[in-house]
């Protein structure tokens, strides 16, 4: 069983900076595919940012270049730097982890960008 919390969320102007962290429990956190999701009002649940166990990463096109994700398993963490925010970041944004059929969400944090 793995429990995820996100946190770093806030309210921010366009072209600024924040960093959201996923903190999970469990010891064998190095071993699970952890995503970052985002979801913005009247609209579908997108993927924005994936880190594997080997540490390897994928990234929407609409953040490419201005968001980065990081894991420290010592830490047993997972962050997302996203720089030159824009309003179209806003969104809920969610930690997901996954390791073969083992899913685990955690409950989301507001990114609110204004213009």
């Known amino acids: 069983q793995v429990q995820l919390v996100e946190s770093g969320g806030g309210l921010v102007q366009a072209g600024g900076s924040l960093r959201l962290s996923c903190a999970a429990s469990g010891s064998t956190f190095s071993i699970y595919i952890i995503d970052w999701y985002r979801q913005a009002p009247g609209k579908q649940r997108e993927l924005v940012a994936e880190?594997?166990?080997?540490?390897?990463?994928n990234y929407a096109d609409s953040v490419k270049g201005r968001f980065t994700i990081s894991r420290d398993n010592a830490k047993n963490t997972v962050y997302l730097q996203m720089n030159s925010l824009k309003p179209e970041d806003t969104a809920v944004y969610y930690c997901f982890a996954s390791y073969r059929t083992s899913t685990y969400w955690g409950q989301g944090t507001q990114v609110t960008v204004s213009s």
């Open positions: 880190i594997n166990s080997a540490g390897l990463t």
